[in-house]
């Protein structure tokens, strides 16, 4: 079974620094790309940034200079590191990565920005 579990969320106050980690079963992320994503209540799922087999990376506009994703491919992990936090970065984060042409996903870790 394939499966994803992010954990790291938390409360954290503006300016701080937080980061998250995907573990995965089932698949081995550096043949995959991995990608974060981000949701609030009521808009759609955002994009957070991509980590591809290769190890490269590409961020949005919010992200860059701010947000880095790595891999650990002895433990199959994938790390979101997010610095420089703002209160609008307070979301629910998901990683996703692919498993034969199916996008597969985790339940999310919180991560709330706040004073």
């Known amino acids: 079974q394939v499966q994803l579990v992010e954990s790291g969320g938390g409360l954290v106050q503006p300016g701080g620094s937080l980061r998250l980690s995907c573990a995965a079963s089932g698949v081995i992320f550096n043949f995959n790309p991995t990608s974060w994503y981000r949701q609030t209540p009521g808009k759609q799922r955002e994009w957070v940034g991509t980590?591809?087999?290769?190890?490269?990376?590409v961020f949005p506009d919010f992200a860059k200079g701010r947000f880095t994703i790595s891999r650990d491919n002895a433990k199959n992990l994938v790390y979101l590191q997010m610095n420089s936090l703002k209160p609008e970065d307070t979301a629910v984060y998901y990683c996703k990565t692919v498993h034969w042409g199916t996008d597969v996903w985790g339940q999310g870790t919180q991560v709330t920005v706040s004073s």
């Open positions: 980590l591809s087999s290769g190890g490269s990376t």
